[in-house]
């Protein structure tokens, strides 16, 4: 274990707002241990092939450090994911965003859909809430970023923190595959009791995906558990015998773990996939509906409208959580086009659709050109009210470098199962900052924090008891073992590309 000085902090004299922000800027150590990370990655099956992937040509997938963050923020965002997910289950919102949704958006699937994302900035004043930038229905790297935690070092070590969500009470793996295992279980075939007996992980020429990686690890941990597993392009499908098949395989496919882009499935490609989902032949997740419910970027536009939400009987405290953490979204209308250009600088502008940061604009970067493509282009835009993001300080090469972060919650059911970070820089998120990319997120405990925030939150976060201090660990005794072989094969009975 490598020995890193202590900085000087008091937390007995800095609230936990103000220690997380100076502990992101002050602690410039480098956490992640690149040596424990090569030698876990080799340790799976293809070792040398997920390493040489990730280490080469991926430098900036993993950020060299931590983010920190206090634990009222993190149990605001919980306490707005909750506001959200009340909100989704209602009548009146469904079918308020199927009315813009793709028809196949109407199809009703029984499985939830894995690895929900949750985006948010955090907030720029004292006193405010974390803003949720979006929300998305395939958001990636969660597998990585449970690798990434197991191959850190201490750092900052006089400091306390927790780990936030449920994957810091159960390894990775076992909460993944139960998250899988609870989709499967959810359709006729699973409720029976069987597994499921074949998977097929699938996107567009996958091999060319910047997460490919992940593919395979995942691949590698259905198989750990006895179930069988591909990686390919949709376009290898077939629909026949009202069954989903691979090329000429024998066996058809029971389960789809969709990284597609195309939301709706309408691409010519995704046929096979559309008429087995369609037909309920296959477990889809994620699938169109949710991304109807959930990650379509007008959605924010009803979830901002306080008249609307009243109409629809949400309660007040929702509607007051929700006011406090997303900032206010409108269509973009080419009539109010001379109106929208004069406040571009307070605006963020995104594709309805969009994944990824492609196609989004801040508007203070907008040009005249493009604002005309935005407001004539045929697909449906939305502008948000511009919340931008925080910032980690570290030294990337002796370098002092300031990287924008925001924060990812992965959620299932309604559960966080982790929190973690991105740092780049540049207009938009991305995975080519030197110094940037996935980041640990460790939470500062508040000492003073309201009993009624921390009760609205603890259902969310996966905690019992937010504020008990058994959930409460020093950073220099984190566990950074690697993977151990119970951990690997972990009983089947027991969350944008980027």
């Keep these: 274990m490598s020995v890193v000085k202590p900085i000087s902090f008091a937390p007995a004299q800095a609230d936990c707002h103000t220690l997380a922000e100076r502990l992101n800027v002050d602690c410039q150590c480098v956490s992640l241990d690149r040596q424990a990370l090569h030698d876990e990655l080799l340790r799976a099956p293809d070792g040398e092939v997920l390493a040489r992937m990730i280490e080469t040509d991926r430098p900036h997938l993993f950020a060299d450090s931590t983010v920190f963050v206090s634990e009222e923020n993190i149990l605001h965002m919980a306490e707005l994911i909750a506001a959200v997910e009340q909100v989704v289950a209602m009548p009146a919102y469904v079918e308020h965003v199927l009315a813009y949704a793709p028809p196949v958006a109407r199809h009703v699937p029984r499985a939830r859909g ?12 004292a006193g405010g809430w974390p803003q949720l930038i979006e929300t998305n229905t395939n958001a990636g790297g969660g597998l990585l970023n449970a690798l990434l935690a197991r191959a850190r070092r201490d750092c900052c070590d006089r400091i306390d923190a927790f ?13 993944f595959m139960d998250m899988f295992l609870a989709e499967w279980r959810l359709s006729d075939a699973g409720s029976s009791g069987r597994l499921p007996g074949r998977i097929a992980i699938v996107d567009e020429a996958p091999q060319t995906q910047y997460l490919y990686p992940e593919f395979m690890l995942f691949r590698q941990l259905f198989e750990r558990h006895g179930l069988p597993t591909i990686i390919c392009d949709p376009a290898e499908l077939r629909w026949r015998d009202g069954r989903l098949w691979h090329g000429s395989d024998t066996a058809p496919l029971d389960m789809v773990y969709n990284r597609l882009t195309d939301f709706a499935l309408e691409e010519r490609g995704n046929a ?7 037909a309920d032949a296959v477990v889809l997740t994620p699938h169109p509906h949710g991304h109807a419910r959930y990650a379509d970027k007008r959605n924010l536009i009803a979830l901002c409208d306080d008249a609307l939400l009243a109409k629809w009987g949400v309660p007040a405290a929702t509607r007051a959580v929700l006011a406090a953490g997303i900032p206010r979204t409108e269509t973009v209308d080419a009539g109010q086009a001379e109106l929208l250009w004069a406040r571009r600088r307070q605006l963020f502008f995104k594709p309805a659709g969009g994944y990824g940061s492609k196609a989004a604009y801040r508007g203070d970067k907008l040009t005249r050109r493009v604002f005309e493509q935005i407001l004539h282009g045929g697909e449906p835009y939305v502008a948000q009210q511009l919340a931008p993001p925080s910032s980690r300080q570290l030294s990337v090469a002796g370098v002092p470098a300031n990287l924008k972060l925001d924060l990812r919650n992965y959620v299932y059911d309604g559960q966080v199962q982790l929190v973690t970070a991105r740092l780049w820089q540049g207009q938009t998120t991305n995975f080519r900052t030197p110094g940037g990319g996935f980041a640990p997120v460790l939470a500062i405990p508040c000492k003073k924090m309201p009993e009624a925030l921390a009760a609205a939150a603890g259902e969310v976060t996966g905690f019992t008891d937010i504020t008990d201090t058994a959930n409460i660990v020093n950073i220099a005794n984190v566990s950074h073992d690697p993977l151990t072989p119970a951990h690997r094969s972990m009983p089947i009975d027991s969350g944008k590309k980027e």
């Design 114 to 125: 894995v690895f929900l994302g949750y985006d948010f900035h955090l907030p720029a004043i």
């Design 163 to 175: 780990l936030p969500g449920a994957l810091a009470g159960a390894p990775a793996e076992q909460l």
């Design 272 to 278: 096979a996939l559309r008429n087995a989902w369609l």
